[in-house]
Nanobody
Framework: QVHLVESGGGLVQAGGSLRLSCAAS????????MGWFRQAPGKEREFVAAISWNGGYTYYSDSVKGRLTISRDNAKNTVYLQMNSLKPEDTAVYYC??????????????????WGQGTQVTVSS
């Protein structure tokens, strides 16, 4: 079992920045790829970013590429999402998730075994 707790959400003006953190506990953190997803009201949960077990590979959705950066610190059992140049359309609940290394897709929510409770990000125009 992996327990995930997100933090760092809040209200920010368009063009501003936030840094989300996701602290993991339980099984060995480095055994898992980590991802960030988001869900806006009335919309399906969508992939935002993911990172390989050692941080060597990162993946982004086209809508956030160049503005959001995912990173991890395996010594601290934490994954981060640095969010810059935020837009109102980034408003959503952001979730971190963990999947074992050998899953087929890092883009698909159903391929992740563990989820945090989510943190709200609101970007005002």
């Amino acid at each position: 079992q992996v327990h995930l707790v997100e933090s760092g959400g809040g209200l920010v003006q368009a063009g501003g920045s936030l840094r989300l953190s996701c602290a993991a506990s339980g099984r060995t953190f480095s055994n898992y790829r980590m991802g960030w997803f988001r869900q806006a009201p009335g919309k399906e949960r969508e992939f935002v970013a993911a990172i390989s077990w050692n941080g060597g590979y990162t993946y982004y959705s086209d809508s956030v590429k160049g503005r959001l950066t995912i990173s991890r610190d395996n010594a601290k059992n934490t994954v981060y999402l640095q969010m810059n140049s935020l837009k109102p359309e980034d408003t959503a609940v952001y979730y971190c998730a963990a999947q074992p290394r050998r899953r087929n897709s890092i883009y698909t929510a159903s391929e992740y075994d563990y989820w945090g409770q989510g943190t709200q990000v609101t970007v005002s125009s």
